[in-house]
């Protein structure tokens, strides 16, 4: 039996870009597209949300100088570009997948519904969510947790390239700490940046647990589901 049935994943788009920083790294996008197929044969629904920093992010300094609602557009079509790479990579692996947009795109995705979107979860159907709110000034770690509070997930697994949520930046400093688990609360008074404000109190108010991992670790996935504890767990906690 799974320990999570329903699942959103949250992958970014810099991870998609891999060691080359910018654009899509079709190797890795293979990968992920792999980890996403065996745990869809273990039983799990899924979907996912990805990020569009590897192409264009509203708030770099690249955007300063334009409108920020202009910026924030820009952003959310990054994603779709990223949703479209990912779903054809798991179409390529047999996968019956299908890519909603919160933007209106008729003639490359589905119209996001929320009834709609759990009826492809049901079916065994990867569900892709593009194009972030569809609003500008919110990030796609909030429209993973607002998507997630939508078709009611059992866990947000956000997939990074460390291994959970550290006491500070792992990649600058090789003591840090990593915590097993911790309150949505101690997230946000020790500001650890897991997701942004909003996303967090989100999950926070409907009571959504986010699991941070390394999505680079083979199987990491499947065994999170599986039961095992995988990275940090973000949570109720004693609050």
Not at 90 to 98: I, N, Y
Not at 187 to 213: F, G, Q
Request: with cysteine; glycine share 10%; net charge neutral.
């Amino acid at each position: 039996m799974l320990h999570y049935k329903r699942i959103l994943l949250k992958l970014s788009g810099e991870a998609l870009a891999g060691d080359k920083g910018y654009g899509i790294d079709a190797r890795i996008v293979d990968r992920y597209a792999e980890e996403v197929k065996r745990t869809l044969s273990l039983g799990a629904e899924i979907a996912l949300v990805i990020g569009g920093g590897n192409i264009f992010r509203g708030l770099s300094s690249a955007a300063a100088i334009m409108d920020r609602v202009q910026a924030d557009h820009m952003g959310m079509l990054a994603t779709v570009i990223n949703s479209l790479a990912f779903q054809d990579a798991l179409e390529r692996k047999g996968v019956f997948t299908r890519l909603m947009s919160a933007i209106k795109m008729e003639q490359v995705a589905e119209p996001f519904i929320r009834r709609r979107a759990i009826r492809h979860l049901e079916k065994e159907r990867v569900v892709i969510f593009g194009a972030g709110t569809g609003n500008p000034y919110f990030t796609t770690d909030t429209a993973a947790s607002l998507r997630a509070v939508e078709i009611e997930a059992d866990v947000i697994v956000k997939g990074t390239r460390v291994g959970g949520v550290y006491d500070s930046d792992p990649e600058k400093n090789p003591e840090a700490e990593m915590y097993k688990s911790i309150s949505y609360l101690d997230v946000l008074k020790k500001n650890l940046r897991v997701m942004d404000l909003t996303a967090i109190t989100l999950c926070r108010e409907n009571l959504l647990p986010i699991v941070v991992m390394n999505m680079n670790v083979e199987g990491n996935l499947a065994r999170l589901l599986g039961g095992e504890t995988v990275g940090t767990l973000v949570h109720q906690g004693g609050e």
